[in-house]
């Protein structure tokens, strides 16, 4: 199986800061030059919300402050400018072949 | 606007069975692929099973194999999970997803509210 860890387990940053996740995979999730990587985002009492899939395409209706990047095993999710509104739990998750694994989220709150 | 609809959660006994059901709308369900995913109180999220939208194809978490049967039933654009011999450890919230295509390694864009599972005695 895939192991998915997150780092770090929780964050907090100030409104308008920077805020940047990682996700690194126990193996590479690239193939056919496609990442096989997403982060949904999860709010308290919410399923969670497809943010980026292919590791580095934004959902469509998902503000332009949210990005992903990065390839192979290792990634990152950068909220540019943080928003009340983005404090939330994060995960990242592989689907690049079955089981699919989740990391462990990221707690996201505001200093 | 796409929807999807859990039912079918709530308290069971250790040994006992539920299905939980998936009513989907707002697509072409059939040519989708589905998949549950859980999260227990608290924790984080889990996947379970998953049904292919082209070929049929099924999948399942090794701690539920054997145990869960997923099925589909296009012609109600219901997805199911029969969930046997349950354990207090598979206590969650059941979450059904749609995969943006019928391949099944596609990513989920969609989810359900969820239902809530309770394996107690």
């Known amino acids: 199986d895939i192991v998915m860890t997150q780092s770090p387990d929780s964050l907090a940053a100030s409104l308008g800061e920077r805020a940047t996740i990682n996700c690194k995979s126990s193996?590479?999730?690239?193939?056919?030059?496609?990442?096989?990587l997403t982060w949904y985002q999860q709010k308290p009492g919410q399923p969670p919300k497809l943010l980026i899939y292919w590791a580095s395409t934004r959902e469509s209706g998902v503000p332009d402050r949210f990005s992903g990047s990065g390839s192979g095993t290792d990634f990152t999710l950068t909220i540019s400018s943080l928003l009340a509104e983005d404090v939330a739990v994060y995960y990242c998750?592989?689907?690049?072949?079955?089981?699919?694994?989740f990391g462990q989220g990221t707690k996201v709150e505001i200093k | 606007e796409v929807q999807l609809l859990e039912s079918g959660g709530g308290l069971v006994q250790p040994g006992g069975s539920l299905r939980l059901s998936c009513a989907a709308s707002g697509f072409t369900f059939s040519s989708y692929a589905m998949t549950w995913v859980r999260q227990a109180p608290g924790k984080g999220l889990e996947w379970v099973s998953g049904?292919?939208?082209?070929?049929?194809?099924?999948y399942y978490a090794d701690s539920v194999k054997g145990r869960f049967t997923i099925s589909r039933d296009n012609s109600k654009n219901t997805l199911y999970l029969q969930m046997n011999s349950l354990r207090a450890e598979d206590t969650a919230v059941y979450y059904c997803?749609?995969?943006?295509?019928?391949?099944?390694?596609?990513?989920?864009?969609?989810w359900g509210q969820g239902t809530l599972v309770t394996v107690s005695s």
């Open positions: 193996q590479s999730v690239l193939s056919n030059n496609k990442n096989y």
């Open positions: 998750q592989h689907y690049y072949s079955t089981p699919w694994t």
């Open positions: 997803a749609k995969g943006q295509g019928g391949y099944y390694y596609s990513p989920t864009d969609n």
């Open positions: 049904f292919s939208g082209t070929g049929g194809s099924t």
